[in-house]
C-alpha cells in the first residue's frame, strides 16, 4: 500500500522518528492537528485526481495553519486539473509536471 510505502522510505532515509504518516479523511485530520497546535515542516497531499478537492485541500491547512514558518507543501494532482494559485496563506511557488502528474508546491505568503 501507499502508507506502507511512505514508511519503508521513511526508514529508508533515515527520518522514521521525524516523519509522521496518517491515512483517513484530511479534512479530521488537518482539524485534529490544529486543535493540538501540531506544525509540519513538509506536507504530501495526494488527493484522488478529478475528485475536485484540491482548493479544500490546501484550505484545511491554510486554516488550520499546520505549516511550520518556511515550511511547504506539496501537492500531486492530475496534469489536467485546475490549478489553485492561492488558499488562504499559502500560495504556489511553483509547479511541475511529470506524465499524467502534476506537482504544485506551497508555501505561506510572506506578510509585509
Known amino acids: 500500500t501507499t502508507h506502507a510505502i511512505l514508511a519503508e ?10 516523519a509522521e504518516i496518517r491515512r483517513g479523511d484530511v ?3 488537518a482539524a485534529e492537528l490544529a486543535r493540538e497546535g501540531r506544525t509540519f ?6 488527493p484522488p485526481y478529478a475528485h475536485g478537492d484540491n482548493a479544500r ?3 484545511a491547512a491554510a486554516r ?5 514558518a518556511g515550511g511547504l507543501l506539496v501537492l500531486e494532482q492530475g496534469a489536467g486539473e485546475e490549478i489553485v494559485p492561492q488558499a488562504g496563506a499559502l500560495r504556489m511557488m511553483r509547479e511541475r509536471r ?5 506537482i504544485c508546491f506551497y508555501a505561506e ?3 509585509g
Open 9 to 18: 522510505n521513511a526508514a529508508r532515509t533515515k527520518l522514521a522518528g521525524r
Open 27 to 29: 479534512y479530521a485530520a
Open 41 to 46: 515542516d513538509l506536507i504530501f497531499a495526494d
Open 57 to 59: 485541500v490546501l484550505e
Open 64 to 68: 488550520g495553519a499546520l505549516l511550520a
Open 98 to 102: 511529470y506524465g499524467a502528474a502534476r
Open 109 to 111: 505568503e510572506e506578510q
